[in-house]
């Protein structure tokens, strides 16, 4: 019981990465594209500007946090420090001064990288935290599993409660709201962990040279292709969702439903959140499949599970069949949610085996530089096709081929990016302990 209550604050601190990174990649693009009237394509020159800082600085942070030393040890004080501004700063985000064009632009711009860089300090140092919590694979799935139960009740808040809250008292109200919950949740995160500095090494390897040393690593670089494939569905399917709620499903102000008066708020709550809902007996009947046949073999099968239910997403012209469309999702979100980490986790061992170092923060670092370019990848498409089919910004009635070009991005490209897990993961070169005792 002991070890599952650590595991649980633990985890406080993945609900409230959760919480910023979903409500962030849900709402944004809409918020400052479709609220405030920001152009389309400047939006995507942005997105793209910031995503080449987004790539950069979590391996900075990461190598940081490696080489720290305090009596809290190397990621404690880090998360403890950057919760509360990180929570101040994803506020700060929802209360552009104006909606000037280039104004908004610049603000956009700034408060993006302010943003990014207190949540990659935090979040870094709160997930390189991950393998020494649980040292071996049978705990590691069963943190991941807790880790991945408490994100998704941070799901259903950022894909149920922020949209409404947005709708009925504004964004400012809800970016306060959300900012709270993830200063909290990380702060609670920390209650009880101790990091063990007694068996820590100074690392004489620069910054360059650790991260030729990770990228040199084969099993990496797998590993990363299929997350960033992974980071780009959740992303796209976040980030496109209000688009495809108002122009492909056609549910604009309030719409009936099943025989109920819904906003396009409770509408799109109830598109995510009864998936999402789902997710929670889909990860405990994930969890003693992983166990059975390993992390790498399991996403396979996950990522193929996505297919069926993206088809549906794309073709979708009504509320009833566009919900159909999620919840087909659902067992595979459930799956790419608590593959992951132990499979990282794996990585950094074997890494360690080799060089005789730990750097946690340095892999976690690049895996979380580079899944950010899904980020950017979203954000360059979501802007490219829009203006390509002709999406007029601010507009309540869009062109026919507007909604195509929302449909292809919400259902086309999630389902290339799921075969691309699952040919990473067949290409992965390292066998888990539980694919080698099953033989």
């Known amino acids: 019981m002991r070890k599952l209550g650590r595991y649980i604050t633990y985890s406080m601190g993945n609900f409230a990465n959760t919480i910023a990174y979903q409500v962030f990649g849900n709402r944004i693009q809409f918020y400052y594209v479709d ?40 990621r404690v004080p880090y998360v403890l420090f950057g919760a509360v501004p990180l929570g101040l700063a994803f506020f700060l ?6 909606q000037s064009g280039w104004a908004l632009a610049a603000y956009f711009l700034i408060l993006l990288f302010v943003f990014d860089t207190l949540y990659s300090l935090t979040f870094i140092a709160y997930i390189a935290l991950f393998p020494e919590v649980a040292p071996n ?14 994100a998704t009740v941070a799901l259903l808040l950022a894909f149920i409660l922020a949209p409404i809250v947005a709708e009925e008292v504004g964004y400012v109200w809800m970016g306060a709201l959300m900012g709270v919950l993830v200063a909290g949740g990380y702060l609670i995160s920390m ?10 090494k100074d690392d004489t390897v620069g910054l360059g040279e650790s991260f030729k040393i990770a990228l040199a690593s084969r099993p990496f670089r797998w590993f990363i292709g299929a997350n960033v494939a992974k980071e780009y569905i959740w992303l796209v399917l976040a980030a496109m969702l209000p688009f495809w709620r108002k122009y492909a499903l056609g549910i604009q102000g309030e719409a009936e439903v099943f025989g109920m008066t819904l906003s396009g708020g409770d509408a799109e709550a109830l598109l995510l959140g009864i998936p999402i809902i789902l997710t929670i007996p889909a990860l405990l009947l994930w969890r003693p499949l992983v166990a059975r046949i390993g992390p790498r073999r399991a996403w396979i099968w996950a990522s193929l599970c996505f297919i069926p239910g993206f088809a549906v997403i794309m073709l979708a012209d009504s509320f009833a069949v566009g919900l159909l469309g999620t919840v087909l999702a659902a067992p595979g979100l459930a799956g790419s949610m608590i593959m992951p980490f132990p499979l990282l986790s794996e990585v950094i061992d074997d890494d360690a085996a080799q060089h005789g170092f730990r750097r946690e923060g340095v892999f976690f670092g690049i895996n979380g530089g580079v899944t950010k370019l899904a980020f950017s990848a979203q954000g360059i498409l979501f802007a490219t096709v829009l203006s390509l089919s002709g999406y007029i910004a601010g507009s309540e009635a869009q062109p026919a081929s507007a909604a195509w070009g929302v449909r292809f991005l919400i259902g086309v490209t999630p389902i290339v990016a799921s075969l691309l897990i699952a040919y990473c993961m067949w290409k992965y070169p390292l066998e888990t302990k539980a694919e080698i005792e099953r033989g």
């Open 137 to 150: 694979l049978k705990e590691r799935i069963n943190l991941a599993a807790v880790r991945e139960i408490l």
């Open 191 to 200: 209650i009880g962990i101790k990091e063990d500095t007694s068996q820590l």
């Open 93 to 98: 985000l929802w209360t552009p001064p104006g």
């Open 35 to 74: 609220i405030l009237g920001l152009n389309a394509a400047l939006a995507g020159v942005i997105w793209a500007i910031y995503g080449l800082w987004n790539a950069i600085n979590d391996p900075l942070m990461g190598q940081l946090s490696d080489r720290t030393r305090t009596r809290m040890g190397r």
